[in-house]
């Protein structure tokens, strides 16, 4: 299933659909100051992580850590259900419900099995690198739809996806004998291995950086400021694994900024998808979740208030080891699941989510 599901989010976050007609140039997403905050600077919000760990004493950093997690990080994940909820969506993925509805309990069944038979190393590792893919492919589906909507060319989308994710790689695996799960693995495949594995990278990447340079540079029109600035941005949130000792809070730094983008591309898409939707009951709860901002905020605090109060219960009554499992279950299956929902190579995830993506901007407030 793993390489079945890379080669689909290959797919999935490296193509976008057709600009619809009379789409004009120069244009963010949504607008320069939603761009801004939610996608193009969104790195910077991982220096909240790195600073608590800094300033807060143990206690008070775990604690800001666990309520980043619940309040941002848990929305995050859930949020790929928001696609289950369209009425359209649920139709489709009923005709694929082996893979829509039984993939999730095969990574759960899969989860279940490393952690009963002592292979956590081997779970924690690949959760860790396809955690890196995963971030990486969804900063170059975004930057594709930097690209199209600024008339980009999207000859261009291949080399750009292999070139985010070479560099990022590099950047995660240069330090890599600080993760003990992955070194580990790695010094039985050769015990040289973990010491090269970010050389190696390093010198995989560079040709992919220098072919993407040339390509834009030779550009019959030049390329945006919006197309450039999100390209560093794709690169820029792997800067924690190059200067913070511990690789836990360096991938958490890592993922606040990704948690934001997914976040807000996903409200942005049902905000011009859902708000005005009649349909079913979910369908409306999803309009209603994507123009009423209180709504949204109450959406956030449900969720990590109620994953909060499971895991405390689950200490007290003695099922920590399952909530536990549940919980290192989810990351994969949200890879998962978001590899199917944004496979972009089938026509009706390009005319469901890309043709909203490439419309003009709609109004926040209403």
């Known amino acids: 299933m793993n390489s079945q599901t890379a080669m689909t989010q290959a797919e999935v976050k490296s193509d976008i659909a057709p600009e619809p007609t009379g789409v004009p140039s120069g244009r963010w997403i949504q607008s320069a100051r939603f761009d801004s905050w939610f996608f193009l600077l969104s790195p910077v919000f991982g220096f909240s992580i ?10 008070g950093a775990t604690l800001f850590g666990l309520a980043a997690f619940y309040f941002i990080g848990m929305p995050h994940y859930l949020s790929t259900y928001a696609f289950y909820l369209g009425d359209d969506n649920l139709a489709q993925y009923w005709m694929r419900r082996t893979a829509f509805f039984g993939g999730p309990l095969i990574i759960l069944a899969a989860v279940i099995f490393l952690r009963r038979m002592s292979l956590g190393p081997v779970l924690a590792s690949a959760v860790f690198v396809w955690n890196i893919y995963h971030v990486s492919m969804q900063s170059s589906g975004i930057l594709n739809i930097y690209r199209k909507l600024n008339d980009g060319p999207m000859s261009e989308k291949r080399l750009a996806s292999f070139t ?3 560099v990022n790689f590099t950047m995660a695996f240069w330090f890599i004998k600080r993760y003990q799960p992955l070194t580990l693995l790695l010094g039985k495949v050769h015990s040289t291995l973990p ?4 050389k190696l990278c390093l010198l995989i990447a560079i040709v992919p950086v220098i072919l993407l340079t040339r390509r834009i540079l030779q550009r019959s029109k030049r390329i945006s400021s919006q197309e450039l600035s999100f390209l560093l941005v794709s690169i820029a949130l792997f800067h924690p694994f190059l200067w913070v000792r511990d690789v836990r809070i360096a991938t958490f730094a890592m993922l606040i900024g990704h948690f934001i983008q997914y976040l807000a591309i996903v409200w942005l898409l049902n905000r011009r998808k859902y708000a005005n939707a009649d349909g079913s009951r979910r369908q409306q709860f999803l309009g209603r979740l994507s123009r009423q901002g209180a709504a949204l905020i109450t959406a956030f605090l449900v969720s990590g ?3 909060w109060v499971i895991q405390w219960m689950s200490r007290t009554i003695g099922f920590q080891a399952i909530f536990d499992t549940v919980l290192l279950a989810i990351p994969p299956i949200h890879f998962y699941q978001d590899g199917l929902v944004w496979a972009f190579r089938r026509a009706y995830v390009r005319e469901s989510i890309g043709s ?5 901007p709609v109004p926040v407030r209403g």
Do not use: D, E, K, Q
């Open 305 to 307: 208030v109620s994953f």
């Open 50 to 59: 790195i600073i608590a760990n800094v300033i807060l004493s143990p206690r």
């Open 195 to 198: 010491a090269i594995l970010g």
């Open 164 to 166: 985010i994710l070479a």
């Open 356 to 360: 909203y993506l490439l419309r003009g």
